[in-house]
């Protein structure tokens, strides 16, 4: 059974950080690329950045480039994403997908290039 499993999120004052897991089973994460989503309150759901499965590389939003990091071990079967000097505007659900149609793929930041989904999780950044 395909499981992805976010946590790592919580309460952050603006300028902090926080590390997500995204947690996966029932698939080798190694053939499958991941993305990272959140959607805040009121909005639509956003790609903030994903990890490939071809050669690993990786691709962020405008608005969190430079301050995000994705990353996966592969051996724990967990693609994490840190999240450095964070903002108020971060405040959202962050979810996690795969997209498990195609192996060795490029990964993109939309919502139809992923067919498996975390539940989310929080992350509030206030002061």
């Known amino acids: 059974q395909v499981q992805l499993v976010e946590s790592g999120g919580g309460l952050v004052q603006p300028g902090g950080s926080l590390r997500l897991s995204c947690a996966t089973s029932?698939?080798?994460?190694?053939?499958?690329?991941i993305g990272w989503f959140r959607q805040a309150p009121g909005k639509e759901r956003e790609g903030v950045s994903c990890?490939?499965?071809?050669?690993?590389?990786?691709y962020f939003d405008h608005s969190v480039k430079g301050r995000f990091t994705i990353s996966k071990d592969n051996a724990k079967n967990t693609v994490y994403l840190q999240m450095d000097n964070l903002k108020p505007d971060d405040t959202a659900v962050y979810y996690c997908?795969?997209?498990?149609?195609?192996?060795?793929?490029?990964?993109?930041?939309?919502?139809?290039?992923?067919?498996?989904w975390g539940q989310g999780t929080q992350v509030t950044v206030s002061s």
């Open positions: 990890i490939s499965s071809t050669d690993g590389s990786t």
């Open positions: 029932g698939f080798n994460l190694d053939y499958y690329a």
């Open positions: 997908a795969a997209d498990l149609r195609v192996v060795f793929k490029s990964c993109n930041l939309f919502q139809w290039g992923y067919d498996s």
